[in-house]
């Protein structure tokens, strides 16, 4: 226990001690609900008529799904939902896992093994290194979203089996987007499987919101691709989508699929739901395209306030002009990179932005 008290001290001493704070009536500029789809009324409509009609079509089905997929969570609702979702974003099929969180460490600790490797962008997500980190595949970082070091990486290092390049598309700390179709002809070139974390780009970029691998026109190039729907979508859960094998593949060996609770009814429904609801959001989109900051439009706009102390600092006095920004600390980024990050939704509006934009100049 004196080991654990000592760690806990030595992260308030360097400004990054987590704590769990109560939601507030701040201007949301903190959450990952680009779309407003989690407040949204008509998907709170959709979901109790749906969610009622899906319990009455599953009467042995309760609140919980009673078991994994592999024993009593399975219905017919889900692999419908699978198929559907597949469809929508243009892969062969797909697998449903509880969070994105559990999609990536299945994924990644499952498919690549001890003779291959795995090469990641230095900016992935916590999900995807500690998926990697469960796999026992060699790994190495390039650096973020740099060609030329990836492309040395892919010619220099020599595996055995096979090879992974891991990337989002929206990177989650500073909103940075990946140069996809360079990085999918990359993998061409070396023969390497490409795996694309969508987490913050499905909603928002893309035809009828399907992402930014089907705007840059990559989906047939990938390995798989993760999509969580606690974002964008106003819901819970994710899906990885890919091949029919991969989807076989991964209910067989990914243990976050295997050794788990099904997602249940509730939670399917309302991922229905919002699905159904999606296309439709093309107002929303492009107001939200329209409030860009940067002279690229990304969801997350981040501002750089080296230190742990001023970053927090200057996320108190936003807080105190009404706006909830969540400053980024080290070492969830690296020291000198911490960060203001900004999430614009739907539901901000210009004035806001413009408000918040010059309060952030004041600074
Ligand atoms: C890029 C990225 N991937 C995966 C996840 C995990 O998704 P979930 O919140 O559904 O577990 C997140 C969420 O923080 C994320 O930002």
Redesign the pocket.
């Given at each position: 226990m004196e080991g654990l008290i000592q760690q806990l001290k030595k992260r308030k001493n360097v400004g990054n001690y987590r704590q769990l704070k109560h939601a507030h009536s701040l201007i949301d500029f903190a959450s990952n609900d680009y779309l407003g789809l989690s407040r949204s009324a008509q998907l709170k409509k959709q979901f109790f008529y749906e969610f009622e009609k899906a319990m009455q079509e599953n009467p042995d089905k309760g609140i919980g799904s009673t078991g994994s997929r592999l024993l009593t969570g399975n219905t017919s609702y889900a692999e419908r939902l699978e198929e559907q979702l597949a469809h929508f974003h243009e892969f062969e099929a797909g697998l449903l896992f509880s969070?994105?969180?559990?999609a990536?460490v299945g994924l990644l600790s499952s498919v690549a093994k001890n003779e291959d490797v795995i090469f990641f962008d230095a900016r992935i997500?916590a999900?995807?290194r500690d998926g990697i980190r469960l796999s026992r595949a060699r790994s190495f970082p390039f650096y973020h979203n740099d060609l030329d070091h990836l492309e040395t990486r892919l010619r220099n290092v020599v595996s055995l089996g096979s090879r992974f390049v891991c990337i989002?598309s929206v990177y989650?700390t500073d909103g940075s987007l990946s140069p996809l179709e360079e990085i999918s002809s990359l993998c061409i070139k070396y023969g390497a499987h490409l795996i694309v974390?969508e987490?913050?780009a499905v909603g928002v970029f893309g035809p009828l919101g399907k992402g930014l691998t089907a705007e840059k026109k990559i989906t047939n190039r990938l390995f798989a691709q993760?999509t969580?729907?606690?974002?964008a979508l106003g819901a819970?859960?994710?899906i990885v989508l890919g091949s029919k094998v991969l989807k076989d593949y991964l209910l067989n060996f990914a243990h976050s699929a295997i050794y788990t609770t099904a997602l249940p009814l509730h939670c399917l429904s309302t991922i229905k739901c919002a699905y159904e609801i999606l296309p439709s959001l093309e107002k929303e989109r492009s107001h939200l395209h329209s409030l860009k900051w940067q002279t690229v439009f990304s969801p997350i706009q981040a501002i750089k306030i080296p230190g742990n102390a001023k970053v927090q600092e200057c996320a108190r006095f936003l807080t105190e002009e009404g706006f909830d920004v969540r400053p980024l600390v080290s070492p969830t980024v690296k020291r000198g990179e911490e960060s203001l990050r900004v999430c614009l939704h739907a539901f901000n509006t210009m004035q806001q932005v413009r408000r918040l934009k010059k309060c952030i100049d004041s600074l």
């Open positions: 969070c994105g969180y559990m990536n997500h999900s995807m989002e989650s974390d987490a913050h993760v969580t729907f606690g974002k819970y859960g994710a």
